[in-house]
């Protein structure tokens, strides 16, 4: 069974780094939708922090100096969604559509008119974020397992425990829970509802800024047109499947890294049309979407009626 | 109850609050004594929610003062009046319904632990504790999806009682309950008032006034009618106080005189949104000339009753006969052309597109018809003729029939509906709720025209809530519980009592 092969610790380190910007903006956009916003832009938001990123990496040739930049254009793109959709009431959906369509258009924009290149910008001068190797396990088993991943790794299993704990035990998770499901319980309760989902908002914006930076300068250090690639639906995809909760959200992020990572390898074995797997993570997301609606179809699964 | 010495708990002076076009507030001036039962009565739009809702910091009045316990206060915001004391039980349950009656009770306020984490077991045993001393059987463990309505309402005031209210405000706290659920809230309430609590209580079942009131607010038209002593007044009184003249309590009508049958529902089973089973096992007759009506509380399958007969749900099992035709594949549209009208419960959502013009509501089912529609076009001259007559006809108060419907009051919204089902006269009117949220005026007028539909020799179905509405205007009732009919009644036979037990499931 040469098939089985494929399942070895490059597989898994393939999927770890597959699923961390998917978990990025799937937690995000979990806390999101748990305060009641559909927060469609986080894929825009990704791509502007990619691109910003990389340009203050190059420009500053630090790849802190860089990092710094592109969360906050995440985040001041999170400022821009709030600000049309809760101050002057516009259509969450509709906001964030815009704001995706204008990010592929802007960044392209910049990347012509700043770096007078078309497609994509690489620069020996961009400076990357470097792994982080723990000298302790150096010559250990847990070497491969554990160590050597770029911080943004580190950082997403970090994220699952502490928003697994702030979600089911502290009163802010309550209060965004609550805002949710029932604002007006919530208000009752004395909580601010809008401050919470400005809060979810922001956080989602900082987190899609980490998962732009990752891709632009821990995964590679290069830009590419576009190059969030649909990340930021699919990191919406997995919070609907994983309830909008942060281990759920968590789970269907690996799962969606390992379909990544096994078409990958599959492409190794088999020699397979790269074009075929590069589909992989999208295929995967509507196998997904039927699979929730499959559940939802479930839990309405109508009671029979008693014979006579 | 008599209190030796009297303090003041809430003390309202000289609130007006206008919204643009009502003084929904005129210069009101309210007064709750320490530890009584105060009950606040009047119609739909008297004024009595604006009032709570300033005392509860919602609204801001125009200008006025407040004292709460003889302090001058400015109640701003809904925390400030938690703060004073202050708690409110809203006509619409304000619950989270995956959390548990602990976790809505103690949201925002949950115990902490040293390392700041919520410690639940220590919030389940406040709850557990609170619920004791009051009497409120609540499991604080219990989800509020699966809680029934009493338990939500407990839970509710529980909510209050953790945030160290002392003075409770409960909004028509009865219009969810059984008869004997009701009795069960008036033991908790007795039992807060032994435990130095104040009530406000809303109401307008002057019935409800009677047995639990210690003094009583009637409001009218935004402006108080008169404050008594309950033990010094009579629901006639009341009455004639909220409504501004004499009010039949008792609708007039003649005998029934039933012909032939209409509708025949036969062993019908409809399933809810959930795919629980909301109807079970249904089986009714309607015959011309006659109203059925079918009493019950709110939730236990009258709603999706009426949409399976209207054809806005399937039906799972079951016939359902109209006239002498199985109309189980008629489209809605096709069973109002069969002469069955429906006038739905929910007004606002169903019943009617607010948004839209009178007009536009009034010909809603029959616009593509001639003369209303030539070759496809609205004609508006004979839409217009139309819409008149029916103003006319119907007596909707409004200052034309271009005038969007969500700016006319609720019980002129309601003649709409009214008057859009019957212009077609239909053989069969299914009248779902028609009188919520429409005030003792209209709630006369809706009654006198579903006893004229009868009398001019057509059936109607009337499903409602309310029970003193179907008892006194249909001629048999069914009693529904959970989906299934637990005993046909003639209205004149059965007392409050023996309602009570049916619409609770109990049968002898």
Request: hydrophobic residues 30%.
């Given at each position: 069974m040469e098939w089985l092969e494929i399942f070895d610790i490059s597989l898994f380190r393939s999927l770890i780094r597959s699923a961390t910007p998917i978990a990025l903006i799937g937690f995000g956009a979990a806390m999101c939708s748990a305060s009641g916003v559909l927060n469609i832009g986080l894929e825009g938001k990704m791509l502007n922090a990619a691109f910003v990123g990389i340009a203050a990496s190059y420009y500053s040739g630090s790849a802190l100096t860089g990092f710094i930049w592109g969360v906050s254009a995440g985040v001041l793109t999170a400022i821009l969604f709030g600000f049309l959709s809760f101050n002057l009431g516009a259509d969450e959906v509709l906001v964030g559509l815009a704001i995706n369509i204008f990010s592929i258009a802007g960044t392209r924009y910049l990347l012509e008119t700043l770096f007078k290149r078309r497609g994509f910008f690489s620069d020996p001068s961009i400076q990357g974020i470097d792994p982080i190797t723990f000298d302790f396990l150096v010559?250990?088993?847990?070497e491969k397992i554990?160590?050597?991943?770029?911080?943004s790794i580190y950082l997403v299993f970090f994220l699952a425990i502490v928003l697994y704990l702030v979600y089911y035990k502290t009163r802010l998770g309550t209060a965004i829970r609550a805002t949710g499901e029932n604002p007006e319980a919530a208000e009752d309760a004395g909580i601010n509802t809008l401050r919470m989902k400005w809060l979810t908002v922001v956080f989602s914006g900082v987190l899609a800024g980490i998962g732009g930076t990752f891709l632009s300068l821990e995964n590679m250090t290069l830009f590419t047109e576009g190059m969030s690639a649909g990340k930021g639906y699919i990191g919406l995809v997995a919070s609907s499947f994983g309830n909008n909760t942060p281990l759920g959200t968590f789970g269907a992020s690996l799962f969606f890294g390992l379909g990544d990572a096994i078409g990958i390898r599959l492409q190794g074995v088999y020699e397979l049309d790269s074009r075929l797997i590069l589909m992989v993570p999208y295929a995967l997301t509507v196998v997904v979407l039927i699979l929730i609606g499959i559940r939802q179809r479930i839990r309405v699964r109508p009671v029979p009626i008693p014979e006579q | 109850m008599t209190q030796k010495n009297i303090e003041t708990a809430v003390e309202v002076k000289n609130i007006t609050k206008s919204y643009p076009g009502v003084t929904a507030n005129d210069s009101v001036d309210f007064k709750v004594l320490k530890g009584e039962i105060h009950a606040l009565v009047g119609e739909n739009g008297a004024g009595k929610s604006t009032l709570v809702k300033i005392l509860y910091g919602i609204e801001q009045p125009d200008s006025g003062e407040i004292f709460i316990n003889d302090k001058s206060v400015e109640i701003n915001k809904v925390d400030k009046a938690i703060e004073l004391g202050i708690g409110m039980v809203h006509q619409e349950f304000h619950l989270v319904p995956s959390f548990t009656a602990a976790e809505n009770i103690g949201l925002g306020q949950e115990p902490r632990n040293s390392r700041g984490f919520i410690d639940w077991d220590k919030l389940n045993s406040e709850v557990s504790n609170i619920a004791k001393k009051y009497g409120l059987d609540v499991d604080p463990k219990l989800r509020m999806i699966d809680a029934s309505v009493g338990i939500q309402q407990r839970t509710e005031i529980l909510k209050t009682l953790y945030r160290n209210a002392n003075i409770l405000i409960l909004d028509?706290?009865?219009?969810?309950?059984?008869p004997q659920e009701t009795d069960e809230l008036f033991e908790v309430i007795r039992s807060l008032v032994d435990e130095g609590k104040t009530v406000i209580f809303i109401t307008h079942k002057l019935r409800e006034v009677m047995e639990i009131s210690d003094r009583v607010t009637v409001m009218r038209d935004g402006k108080v009618q008169g404050v008594s002593d309950t033990k010094n007044t009579s629901p006639e009184e009341l009455a004639k106080l909220m409504v501004g003249r004499e009010v039949f309590m008792q609708v007039e009508k003649e005998k029934a005189k039933p012909t032939e049958k209409v509708l025949e529902v036969k062993n019908l089973w409809v399933h809810d949104a959930r795919g629980l089973l909301a109807v079970k096992n249904f089986s009714l007759d309607v015959h011309k000339g006659e109203i059925v009506g079918i009493a019950g509380?709110?939730?236990?399958g009258q709603t999706e009753l009426v949409e399976a007969l209207s054809g806005l749900r399937p039906t799972s099992k079951g016939e359902v006969i109209f006239d002498g035709k199985?109309?189980?594949?008629?489209s809605p549209r096709k069973r109002r052309r069969a002469g069955l009208a429906h006038v739905p419960e929910d007004r606002a959502n169903t019943g009617l597109n607010l948004k839209l013009d009178i007009w536009e509501n009034l010909v809603?089912?029959?616009?593509?018809?001639s003369p209303l529609s030539k070759g496809g076009i609205i004609s508006m001259k004979n839409v217009v003729d139309h819409s008149n007559n029916l103003r006319e006809k119907f007596d909707i108060r409004t200052p034309g029939v271009f005038v969007r419907t969500g700016s006319l009051s609720g019980g002129n919204q309601q003649k709409v509906v009214i008057a859009r089902e019957l212009s077609e006269d239909p053989l069969l009117t299914i009248a779902s709720q028609p009188t919520r949220g429409v005030d003792i005026g209209n709630i006369e007028a809706i009654h006198k025209q579903l006893i004229e539909i009868r009398d001019s020799g057509k059936a109607v179905l009337l499903v409602s809530a309310e029970l003193d509405e179907v008892m006194s205007v249909a001629d048999r009732v069914a009693v529904i519980y959970e989906g299934e009919i637990v005993e046909w009644v003639n209205p004149k036979d059965v007392d409050q009592q023996q309602m009570g037990l049916y619409m609770a499931g109990i049968k002898d």
């Open positions: 010559d250990t088993r847990f554990f160590s050597g991943y770029t911080p | 028509e706290p009865t219009a969810v309950l059984t509380v709110d939730g236990n199985n109309i189980e594949s008629f809603g089912t029959s616009y593509f018809r």
